[in-house]
């Protein structure tokens, strides 16, 4: 692909980019004028500021936290878009902002009601009960938001397992089901039946379609066409273990090189679960390779998956790969596990100038080490191989190097990055000291959501 | 680049919160207190109060003014709370009450249509009103 089709491609997308970001913006602009139409800025008294800014909290968190579900819903033009680690971090950032403003629309909107009415805070609780059903659902939803930040906050200090989040935070759609009456019912801006309810219902119907379209819809219609199963599980030297998928006409699903999927394993203990996986393989016609080691505790116990296991699939996943490219040559990096993507990224390389570099405490420890060999002198990629115990950059603390000492031309080329978090930070800062442009690195994280 | 994203974002959202202003009813004043009888009334009016009627959303009294066995004047001595919704649809319903009343010389009118807390407390109390004042 020429160069100038690349740049031209990685301009369209930072345009699209940019019009996603500004339609979440303006989304909510759109509530908070209808907000402002139902007479909610209107004030005659300093305290009136208090309960106007009370309802915009609670109609701007409902807006961020349809935003969340669109951004998790796997819809196609996000996923290409955002990518979808980013698509994760900002769906994770919006939560957090969302659940303050929560707590604001409920601290205030109780407090300066309790004051115009002359009620105690619990009398004024009491009064909102006695409004109907809804608002004790919705009270009831506040306790179930609140754990669930309370678990993504504990997850992010590593105290929680992936596994285990996972599961409380399902709990949001209960959440969300138990909030949205009240704004329909409740809601002085909604209530009307006029355009702002028309537009609630859109949001809702935009959101929760797509959601309901690719997480539920597509994943099952995959599952009804490819009937993928697992063919074979084959140990690695290095503990890690490929997992065959067999299914017909499975390369039809057409992911580029180096995404990833979700993967559901449907046998007891482990269908619960979606993980996601890159392939480790370029897909063959009727079967895909992923490659696993036994980090989490689902990815252990991959190894006893029984052969002829059904396996639900989403995907395909992620901006991890050629369509991000913008420069004529690549250097693939990657440590441990991470070497999957690259791996598959490698096999399908065929234009410009390719290194790959490979990162792990021994030679023993790096998985698939013989197949990329095998593929870099096929595709006269330069093969550095980096062994031996930590040191203080991302590189062995004995033979301490940095991308631009293993690579002459690194203005030339895209820099695609998967491993750990903190060590792939550690690559991006070498890159970023060495002067590579921010659009020309690329790192997978294996996001949770 | 990033500067004309972010002023172009920003004004959006201003233009569009601006438009929902524009489209703001009129706000309203916060009643400073009973009113004083607004129309001359005549020799011999009497007011009659309905028993105050709480509900979640504050508390409604109605206040009728009979002249000779007719009604002359509907009015609230309370109605909602100082909330500004509660004084912006109470200073729609109010009138709307009195109109109806005053046509139909009877407490038994149709519910005022966004007003679902005021109607009916407020209908109650009229019926307070006009049964002390012997109009049933």
């Given at each position: 692909?020429?160069?100038?089709?690349?740049?031209?491609?990685?301009?369209?997308?930072?345009?699209?980019?940019?019009?996603?970001?500004?339609?979440?913006?303006?989304?909510?602009?759109?509530?908070v004028?209808?907000?402002?139409?139902?007479?909610?800025?209107?004030?005659?008294?300093?305290?009136?500021?208090?309960?106007?800014w009370?309802?915009?909290?609670?109609?701007?968190?409902?807006?961020?936290?349809?935003?969340?579900?669109?951004?998790i819903?796997?819809v196609?033009?996000?996923?290409?878009?955002?990518?979808?680690?980013?698509?994760?971090?900002?769906?994770?950032?919006?939560?957090?902002?969302?659940?303050?403003l929560?707590?604001?629309?409920?601290?205030?909107?109780?407090?300066?009601?309790?004051y115009?009415?002359?009620?105690?805070?619990?009398?004024q609780?009491?009064?909102?009960?006695?409004?109907?059903?809804?608002?004790?659902?919705?009270?009831?939803?506040?306790?179930?938001?609140?754990?669930?930040?309370?678990?993504?906050?504990?997850?992010?200090?590593?105290?929680?397992?992936?596994e285990?989040?996972?599961?409380?935070?399902?709990?949001?759609?209960?959440?969300?089901?138990?909030?949205?009456?009240?704004?329909?019912?409740?809601?002085?801006?909604?209530?009307?039946?006029?355009?702002?309810?028309?537009?609630?219902?859109?949001?809702?119907?935009?959101?929760?379609?797509?959601?309901?379209?690719?997480?539920?819809?597509?994943?099952?219609?995959?599952?009804?066409?490819?009937?993928?199963?697992?063919?074979?599980?084959?140990?690695?030297?290095?503990?890690?273990?490929?997992?065959?998928?067999?299914?017909?006409g499975?390369?039809?699903?057409?992911?580029?090189?180096?995404?990833?999927f979700?993967?559901?394993?449907?046998?007891?203990?482990?269908?619960?679960?979606?993980?996601?996986?890159?392939?480790?393989?370029?897909?063959?016609?009727?079967?895909?390779?992923?490659?696993?080691?036994?980090?989490?505790?689902?990815?252990?116990?991959?190894?006893?998956?029984?052969?002829?296991?059904?396996?639900?699939?989403?995907?395909?996943?992620?901006?991890?790969?050629?369509?991000?490219r913008?420069?004529?040559?690549?250097v693939?990096?990657?440590?441990?596990?991470?070497?999957?993507?690259?791996?598959?990224?490698?096999?399908?390389?065929?234009?410009?100038?390719?290194?790959?570099?490979?990162?792990?405490?021994?030679?023993?420890?790096?998985?698939?080490?013989?197949?990329?060999?095998?593929?870099?002198?096929?595709?006269?990629?330069?093969?550095?191989?980096?062994?031996?115990?930590?040191?203080?950059?991302?590189?062995?603390?004995?033979?301490?190097?940095?991308?631009?000492?293993?690579?002459?031309?690194?203005?030339?080329?895209?820099?695609?990055?998967?491993?750990?978090?903190?060590?792939?930070?550690?690559?991006?800062?070498?890159?970023?000291?060495?002067?590579?442009?921010p659009?020309?690195?690329?790192?997978?994280?294996?996001?949770w959501? | 680049?990033?500067?004309?994203?972010?002023?172009?974002?920003?004004?959006?959202?201003?233009?569009?919160?601006?438009?929902?202003l524009?489209?703001?009813?009129?706000?309203?004043?916060?009643?400073?207190?009973?009113?004083?009888?607004?129309?001359?009334?005549?020799?011999?009016?009497?007011?009659?109060?309905?028993?105050?009627?709480?509900n979640?959303?504050?508390?409604?009294?109605?206040?009728?003014?009979?002249?000779?066995?007719?009604?002359?004047?509907?009015?609230?001595?309370?109605?909602?709370?100082?909330?500004?919704?509660?004084?912006?649809?109470?200073?729609?319903?109010?009138?709307?009450?009195?109109?109806?009343?005053?046509?139909?010389?009877?407490?038994?009118?149709?519910?005022?249509?966004?007003?679902?807390?005021?109607?009916?407390?407020?209908?109650?109390?009229?019926?307070?009103?006009?049964?002390?004042?012997?109009?049933?």
């Amino acid at each position: 692909m020429a160069i100038t089709e690349r740049a031209r491609l990685v301009r369209r997308r930072r345009l699209w980019a940019d019009a996603l970001h500004a339609a979440l913006w303006w989304s909510g602009a759109v509530a908070v004028a209808f907000v402002a139409a139902s007479g909610g800025f209107a004030a005659t008294r300093p305290i009136d500021y208090v309960y106007n800014w009370g309802r915009i909290a609670g109609v701007i968190a409902a807006v961020l936290v349809m935003n969340q579900v669109l951004l998790i819903s796997r819809v196609p033009w996000i996923e290409r878009v955002l990518g979808h680690d980013r698509a994760a971090t900002t769906h994770a950032n919006m939560g957090k902002v969302a659940f303050i403003l929560m707590l604001m629309h409920v601290g205030f909107v109780l407090m300066v009601t309790a004051y115009y009415d002359g009620r105690s805070l619990l009398g004024q609780i009491g009064a909102f009960w006695e409004l109907g059903w809804f608002m004790v659902t919705a009270t009831f939803a506040l306790g179930l938001f609140t754990l669930v930040v309370a678990t993504s906050l504990l997850i992010v200090r590593r105290r929680w397992r992936y596994e285990t989040w996972h599961a409380v935070h399902l709990i949001v759609y209960v959440a969300i089901a138990l909030v949205v009456p009240h704004q329909f019912i409740e809601g002085s801006t909604f209530r009307g039946k006029g355009y702002a309810w028309w537009f609630w219902v859109m949001l809702y119907v935009l959101t929760f379609g797509s959601w309901l379209a690719f997480r539920v819809i597509r994943p099952l219609a995959l599952y009804a066409r490819y009937r993928p199963e697992v063919a074979h599980v084959t140990p690695n030297p290095d503990g890690s273990v490929s997992v065959g998928i067999s299914g017909a006409g499975v390369d039809r699903l057409a992911s580029r090189p180096g995404q990833f999927f979700l993967w559901r394993f449907l046998a007891p203990g482990y269908w619960r679960e979606a993980h996601p996986y890159s392939l480790s393989r370029v897909p063959g016609p009727n079967d895909l390779r992923i490659s696993v080691s036994p980090a989490g505790d689902g990815s252990a116990a991959l190894a006893n998956i029984p052969v002829g296991t059904r396996v639900i699939i989403e995907g395909p996943l992620g901006v991890f790969s050629e369509a991000v490219r913008s420069r004529p040559g690549v250097v693939l990096v990657a440590a441990g596990i991470g070497i999957t993507p690259i791996r598959t990224m490698l096999e399908a390389h065929t234009d410009g100038p390719c290194d790959v570099v490979v990162r792990a405490s021994s030679e023993a420890d790096a998985p698939l080490i013989d197949e990329v060999r095998e593929l870099a002198r096929e595709h006269g990629a330069n093969l550095h191989e980096l062994y031996g115990p930590r040191g203080d950059n991302w590189t062995p603390a004995l033979g301490s190097t940095s991308l631009a000492q293993l690579v002459d031309d690194l203005d030339e080329r895209d820099i695609y990055i998967c491993g750990p978090i903190a060590w792939t930070d550690a690559v991006v800062a070498d890159a970023v000291a060495a002067g590579v442009a921010p659009e020309a690195i690329h790192r997978e994280r294996f996001g949770w959501a | 680049m990033r500067v004309a994203k972010v002023a172009v974002i920003t004004g959006g959202c201003a233009v569009i919160v601006g438009a929902g202003l524009a489209a703001a009813p009129e706000p309203v004043k916060a009643p400073t207190g009973p009113d004083p009888a607004p129309s001359a009334t005549a020799a011999g009016a009497e007011t009659f109060d309905g028993p105050p009627i709480s509900n979640p959303r504050g508390t409604y009294q109605a206040r009728i003014t009979v002249v000779n066995g007719e009604v002359v004047d509907v009015e609230a001595v309370v109605a909602g709370t100082s909330a500004p919704e509660s004084v912006s649809i109470n200073a729609q319903a109010i009138p709307e009450f009195r109109t109806r009343v005053l046509a139909a010389q009877s407490w038994d009118v149709e519910a005022v249509s966004g007003a679902s807390y005021t109607s009916p407390a407020f209908i109650e109390s009229l019926q307070g009103a006009f049964s002390d004042a012997g109009l049933a």
